[in-house]
C-alpha cells in the first residue's frame, strides 16, 4: 500500500521568506512518480511538479525548488522569496509505474496551509 | 482550451437521497478519477475510468457508482447519502503520452456536497 505523510498541517511567514514542505512516503513500487499540487480557496488542485523515481537530480523552477531524496523517501518542496499569492494548501502526492495499462492513481498527504502575510 | 469542467459546483441533498455528479475531461484526456476530499483533509481516490470501463477502485463502498461515456465525460453517482459523504468531489482527467505513460493528472474545481 502507497502512503504519504506530510508532517507540517500549517506554516506562517511573512513575505519574501522561504517556505520548505516536507513529504515521507511509502511505496513498494520500485517505479513511482511524486508531485506536488497547489490547492487555493478556489477548490481546484493545480499541478506544480512531478519527479520519477529513477530521477533523483534536484532542481529549480522559477520560486520552486524540490530536494528528492531516495535514501530517506522524502521529497521536500521549497518555496523561495514567498509571495501573498502563495498562500494555498498544498498536497505531496505519490503514483505508481503510471504506465498505460495500471492508471495513474494518485494517493495524497494530508496537507500543508502557507499563510503568506505582508 | 477548456480544461476539466464539473457540475455543478454546490450541491444539498438530504440523508438517504442519490446523487450525480458530472464531469467533462480536459480536450485529448481519455482518462477520468474521482477523488473524494473531507474538510482539511487531501483528496481520497474513488476510482478511475477508461475506455467507459471501471480501471481502479479505491476503498470506497458500492454506493458510489460511476459511468464515462465515449466523449470521455463522467458520472459519479452515490445513493443512499449519509451526513459523512458531505465532501468536495474532485475530477481530474488525464492522458497517455505516446503509447506509454500518463500526463500529471489536471483537476476541476470540483462539486461541494452538502449532506443535511
Known amino acids: 500500500a502507497q502512503k504519504v505523510t506530510q508532517a507540517q498541517t500549517e506554516i506562517s511567514v511573512v513575505e519574501k521568506e522561504d517556505v520548505t514542505l516536507d513529504c515521507v512516503y511509502e511505496?513498494?513500487?520500485?517505479?513511482?512518480?511524486l508531485f506536488w499540487y497547489k490547492q487555493p480557496p478556489s477548490g481546484e488542485l493545480v499541478f506544480l511538479i512531478r519527479r520519477n523515481s529513477f530521477d533523483e537530480q534536484n532542481e529549480i523552477s522559477g520560486r520552486y525548488s524540490w530536494n528528492f531524496q531516495k535514501s530517506t523517501s522524502s521529497f521536500n518542496f521549497t518555496i523561495t522569496a514567498s509571495q501573498v499569492v502563495d498562500s494555498a494548501v498544498y498536497f505531496c502526492?505519490?503514483?505508481?509505474?503510471?504506465?498505460?495499462?495500471?492508471?495513474?492513481?494518485?494517493?495524497f498527504g494530508g496537507g500543508t496551509r502557507v499563510l503568506v502575510k505582508p | 482550451d477548456a480544461g476539466v469542467t464539473q457540475s455543478p459546483t454546490h450541491l444539498i441533498k438530504t440523508r438517504g437521497q442519490q446523487v450525480t455528479l458530472r464531469c467533462s475531461p480536459k480536450?485529448?484526456?481519455?482518462?477520468v478519477s474521482w477523488y473524494q476530499q473531507a474538510l482539511g483533509q487531501g483528496p481520497q481516490f474513488i476510482f478511475q475510468y477508461y475506455e467507459e470501463e471501471e480501471r481502479q477502485r479505491g476503498n470506497f463502498p458500492d454506493r458510489f457508482s460511476g459511468h464515462q461515456f465515449p466523449n470521455y465525460s463522467s458520472e459519479l453517482n452515490v445513493n443512499a447519502l449519509l451526513l459523512g459523504d458531505s465532501a468536495l468531489y474532485l475530477c481530474?482527467?488525464?492522458?497517455?503520452?505516446?503509447?506509454?505513460?500518463?500526463?500529471?493528472?489536471?483537476f476541476g474545481q470540483g462539486t461541494r456536497l452538502t449532506v443535511v
Open positions: 502526492a505519490l503514483s505508481g509505474p503510471m504506465i498505460k495499462a495500471a492508471g495513474n492513481k494518485l494517493t
Open positions: 511505496t513498494r513500487d520500485t517505479t513511482y512518480y
Open positions: 481530474a482527467s488525464s492522458s497517455p503520452q505516446g503509447a506509454l505513460l500518463y500526463t500529471e493528472a489536471f
Open positions: 480536450s485529448g484526456h481519455d482518462t
